[in-house]
T-cell receptor
Framework: LAKTTQPISMDSYEGQEVNITCSHN???????ITWYQQFPSQGPRFIIQGYKTKVTNEVASLFIPADRKSSTLSLPRVSLSDTAVYYC?????????FGAGTRLFVKA | GAVVSQHPSRVICKSGTSVKIECRSLDFQATTMFWYRQFPKQSLMLMAT?????????EQGVEKDKFLINHASLTLSTLTVTSAHPEDSSFYIC??????????FGPGTRLTVL
């Protein structure tokens, strides 16, 4: 069973900031929080990873509160090419289990 | 960054034949690799954990005699779908990582069984 829950789908418009929230109700102390992006007929692509507080890289920011029971992936100024499925995962255990993911649709 | 490749990218075969899919870590060594299956509009489902030099560990409901996994070296794992049937048609994805925290995924293999 997946350990995380997230909205099934989200819509946005080009140029907007998109925030996708994930619940990590069963996260283990040693687990990291990792987000992946997947386009149709491709393998998931690593976006960002964090343990606590805020992490930022060239494509996204990740906000993790002190209790680590949730995380928010922030995509600044999305474009049409950001239309994809986004997965949040608890990682660090023996195996990685995927939840349903959030299908983001960016409109022109 | 860490790169994982898969070969072939797509394969079409007749029912009853066997198909082998290769997964390679190109710039790092991986003692453990993972195999997933993904049906259209669904999430990735973990099939098995491939361990270098030992037997694979299969998830519940995955037939080990049908999905043969061999992890002969630190950079190569293979998945063989034996006696494939149309219901085995799916997108097969492997992953590997240098640490338990981060997995890097291959591009996937589209299997179509006629």
């Amino acid at each position: 069973l997946a350990k995380t829950t997230q909205p099934i789908s989200m819509d946005s418009y080009e140029g907007q900031e998109v925030n996708i929230t994930c619940s990590h109700n069963n996260i283990a102390t040693n687990d990291y929080i990792t987000w992946y992006q997947q386009f149709p007929s491709q393998g998931p692509r690593f976006i960002i990873q964090g343990y606590k507080t805020k992490v930022t890289n060239e494509v996204a920011s990740l906000f993790i509160p002190a209790d680590r029971k949730s995380s928010t992936l922030s995509l600044p100024r999305v474009s049409l090419s950001d239309t994809a499925v986004y997965y949040c995962l608890d990682t660090g255990g023996f195996k990685t289990i995927f939840g349903a993911g959030t299908r983001l649709f960016v409109k022109a | 960054g860490a790169v994982v490749s898969q070969h072939p990218s797509r394969v079409i075969c007749k029912s009853g034949t066997s198909v082998k899919i290769e997964c390679r870590s190109l710039d790092f060594q991986a003692t453990t690799m993972f195999w997933y299956r993904q049906f259209p509009k669904q999430s990735l489902m973990l099939m098995a954990t491939s361990n270098e030099g030992s037997k694979a560990t299969y998830e519940q409901g995955v037939e080990k005699d049908k999905f043969l996994i061999n992890h002969a070296s630190l950079t190569l794992s293979t998945l063989t779908v034996t006696s494939a049937h149309p219901e085995d048609s799916s997108f097969y994805i492997c992953s590997a990582g240098t640490t338990a925290d981060t997995q890097y995924f291959g591009p996937g293999t589209r299997l179509t069984v006629l």
